[in-house]
């Protein structure tokens, strides 16, 4: 714990569980993600609490997030900075910035987009991503036929659209869920790639 944490819920406000406390099922793809990552992300340690809920969170996850075609890997993060940063979710712009900055393979990136991701400069198709993104996140009622030419303008076919509005719809659930529990980034997340590891 650093010097100038006041909290006295270092994970969640409402506890958590360790994976050796889940059903195995559970269990087996928490050590998994730990061993990729070197520690157990706290998101899954306070999801825990309702083994269903985390089963279903990590089953949708990993269908918008892991799988073949449409955006980049890195794409999708950028996605998830950038509305959790329009929605002031602090553990999944610190958590998936650390995912974008490894991922696009550039240390400022993240910061950039999480900080005001309305302005933060990127490429056309970038561009597009994100402001397709931040109208879904933050006024969907007002999403139009143009919002959708706009970034079928930028190179986005309906697939790679339909992989911008999953992945806003995945985390809109997300932050809120971080925000309710007042979930804490893990401590190892703020130097991942900004720094070599050893």
Request: aromatic share 6%.
């Amino acid at each position: 714990m650093t010097e100038n944490r006041t909290d006295d819920h270092p994970v969640s406000r409402f506890g958590h569980v360790e994976p050796d406390d889940l059903p195995n099922d559970l269990r087996v793809r928490i050590e998994a993600i730990a061993e990729k990552s070197g520690f157990v992300p706290n998101v899954f340690r306070a999801l825990a609490r309702r083994p269903a809920e985390l089963r279903a969170f990590l089953d949708y996850h990993d269908a918008v997030m892991e799988r073949d075609g449409g955006l980049s890997k890195a794409e999708r993060e950028l996605v998830v900075v950038a509305t959790s940063g329009a929605n002031h979710c602090t553990y999944c712009v610190v958590a998936h910035g650390a995912i974008l900055r490894i991922r696009a393979r550039d240390r400022e990136i993240a910061d950039r987009v999480a900080t005001n991701p309305w302005t933060a400069a990127l490429s056309p198709r970038w561009r597009a991503i994100v402001d397709l993104a931040l109208v879904l996140a933050t006024d969907p009622a007002r999403l139009t036929a143009e919002h959708l030419g706009a970034a079928r303008a930028a190179g986005l076919d309906d697939d790679e659209i339909w992989d911008v509005g999953a992945v806003t719809a995945l985390f809109a659930l997300s932050n809120r869920m971080a925000h309710l529990t007042a979930l804490q980034p893990n401590p190892e997340f703020f130097l991942m790639g900004r720094t070599s590891r050893t």
